[in-house]
């Protein structure tokens, strides 16, 4: 059986151990060098890159994220050993977790870091479609010939390269299509390399859970589990008409990705086209005080990343999901694209403000779209609030002090409620 060697990236006959260097990191399959589609996921990347710049933290429990009233944005995996989840109340997070060293994010070092990745990447094949900081989609077909390897031996050079280069480590899921490359990248996390074969995807997929599908969520899965589909092998005994009737374009989606077919090409260059964050309650809530300041702070997430991006939106969106799980969306276009918080946030409030009393709410969201360059947004002054100037000074001096000191160094009282 075809062999590769994860630790000298020799090639070799199936064993457990390679023959060259006798390392135990092996990956073996019957198609692991015909296989090209891959999905390259680091692994905590925000909690790596701190702990490659500060070595005494590696065998520590770390958090990235707000301050105790803020949420988790990315836990180390010791951290995620104990119950820490992505989005967790920090003061949930360190009851779990109380010896967890929290930390500020530091967007613009990730980055950097994300695309120091992705120059790596375009050495390898032009196909690249990013889906985050961390993560991205990769199409090696016809690299063999170019570099003289298999796709397999390239994605294992990769992930070494980032490894010794940038001191950060990924997964990496290989197969024939999209749909399965994302899920193999889970199988082995951390540091993992997982394949899933073309004639094993019937076998692999039967007895698999439909939450595995990338955008099911809780909504679409409360629908599912109403209508008894609950592994993929339920799914199956449903034909495509009834899919379609019960589930509408989804429902067609749902047939396809119960057979492992999925056409979805790996889109080179695809421009982001929203910037977005949302928050799940643990406990449904109608507190007017409260949601304003979560959409403070959702405002103030989507604004970091978007200056860590260099980029603005003109259209800003608030999504607000029921306790019964049916979801409002209200989205307004700004004469001026924006990518400050205090222009975020205060047309968030206004649509929310607008939208009346229809909670309690299990979900609050805030995005930004129709992107644009900074350097094309926040310019026009706005004359019917002469004191936006201000404030956007304000911000940007903020800026400066979050990033120097942390997130806590400066706040607003409103992030407090």
């Not at 790596?48 to 180390?76: F, H, M, Q, Y």
């Not at 390269?161 to 990924?170: A, H, I, N, P, Y």
Request: charged share 30%; proline share 6%.
């Amino acid at each position: 059986m075809p062999a590769l060697c994860r630790s000298c990236l020799q090639s070799f006959d199936t064993g457990p151990r390679c023959p060259a260097c006798h390392s135990p990191r092996v990956r073996e399959h019957p198609e692991l060098f015909t296989l090209s589609i891959a999905h390259m996921d680091c692994d905590a990347f925000y909690a790596s890159v701190e702990k490659r710049d500060n070595p005494d933290l590696a065998a520590k429990p770390v958090i990235i994220g707000g301050g105790r009233r803020g949420v988790v944005s990315t836990a180390c995996y010791i951290a995620r050993i104990r119950g820490v989840k992505s989005a967790m109340p920090m003061f949930q997070a360190l009851k779990l977790c109380p010896d967890a060293v929290v930390l500020p994010p530091r967007m613009k070092l990730y980055a950097e870091v994300s695309r120091e990745i992705r120059a790596m990447m375009e050495e390898l094949t032009p196909a690249i479609e990013p889906l985050s900081l961390d993560e991205a989609f990769l199409d090696l077909t016809g690299t063999a010939r170019l570099h003289g390897q298999p796709p397999a031996v390239m994605l294992a050079r990769l992930v070494r390269r980032m490894k010794d280069e940038l001191g950060v480590t990924g997964s990496i899921g290989l197969s024939h299509n999209k749909f399965l490359a994302k899920i193999a990248s889970d199988l082995d996390k951390p540091n993992g390399f997982s394949v899933i074969g073309e004639a094993e995807t019937a076998g692999f997929l039967q007895d698999k859970p439909v939450r595995m599908i990338w955008g099911v969520g809780q909504a679409m899965q409360a629908q599912l589990d109403n209508a008894g589909i609950h592994r993929f092998s339920d799914l199956l005994r449903w034909d495509k008409t009834d899919l379609h009737a019960r589930f509408g374009a989804m429902g067609d989606r749902l047939y396809h990705l119960a057979r492992g077919e999925d056409r979805r090409r790996v889109s080179a260059n695809a421009p982001v086209k929203s910037i977005s964050n949302e928050t799940t309650f643990f406990e449904d809530t109608s507190d007017p005080d409260l949601l304003d300041g979560h959409i403070w702070r959702l405002a103030e997430n989507v604004s970091d990343r978007a200056k860590a991006r260099e980029l603005a939106g003109r259209v800003v969106t608030l999504k607000l999901k029921r306790a019964d799980h049916t979801s409002l969306t209200r989205r307004v276009s700004l004469r001026d694209g924006t990518q400050m918080a205090d222009t975020i946030y205060r047309t968030a409030r206004a649509l929310f403000d607008a939208a009346g009393d229809q909670g309690p709410y299990r979900l609050i969201g805030v995005g930004i779209s129709d992107l644009i360059t900074e350097a094309e947004a926040d310019r026009a002054p706005d004359l019917l609030d002469p004191g936006a100037a201000r404030r956007s000074g304000a911000e940007r001096a903020s800026d400066a002090i979050r990033a120097r000191f942390g997130p806590d160094a400066i706040r607003k009282g409103r992030s407090l409620r």
